[in-house]
């Protein structure tokens, strides 16, 4: 049960399998409420994705960052991540633009009301939502409440990141040996 999640937790004719599949499952059998994320308190997954390289790299970066300062890791090289590419196609409810009360759910460091936001749409009849990532000015990230809303995935870049004791400072592309500074 550990290795392959809680398949339970997909409604059976939004599970995908297929070449790639894992990566499109694991955010939604491996849930817990010990990971919260921007709009599920952890008692469902969301896959999360961004538009662009950039967006997907400063969202993960914060995320990995805030996990390392609450486990107290020493500085170095942590853990390699992957660039997955996918396609989206779905019925996403769009966040972006400036409308009243979107303010609250974009929020960067308090998820209450975008947890809030993310049940209630979940529990509708919504797939997901297209919103502005709060990392990368401009940049646009989807949360998808469904596997089969994504298609297509393939593995792009092994990006390797670097932790200072205090944030995610540096990533390396292992293939290169390439080293970018962040921020």
Not at 136 to 154: I, V
Request: aromatic fraction near 10%.
């Amino acid at each position: 049960m550990e290795s392959i999640g809680n398949l339970d937790l997909v409604p059976f004719g939004r599970r995908v399998g297929g070449v790639g599949a894992t990566w499109l499952m694991a955010p939604f059998v491996h849930v817990s409420a010990d990971r919260p994320s921007r709009f599920s308190r952890g008692l469902f997954g969301v896959l999360y994705a961004g538009r662009e390289f950039e967006t997907a790299l400063l969202e993960t970066v914060h995320h990995h960052a805030r996990f390392m300062a609450r486990t107290k890791e020493p500085p170095g090289w942590t853990s390699q991540f992957r660039e997955i590419v996918l396609d989206i196609d779905g019925h996403l409810h769009d966040l972006r633009g400036e409308r009243p009360g979107f303010a609250a759910v974009l929020v960067p460091d308090d998820y209450g009301e975008s947890q809030a936001l993310g049940e209630l749409l979940r529990d509708g009849t919504s797939e997901g939502l297209v919103y502005p990532s709060v990392r990368n000015p401009g940049g646009e990230c989807a949360g998808l409440f469904y596997p089969d809303l994504a298609s297509n995935p393939r593995q792009g870049r092994h990006l390797d990141y670097h932790w200072d004791g205090t944030r995610v400072d540096l990533f390396r592309e292992p293939e290169s040996g390439s080293v970018f500074r962040i921020g």
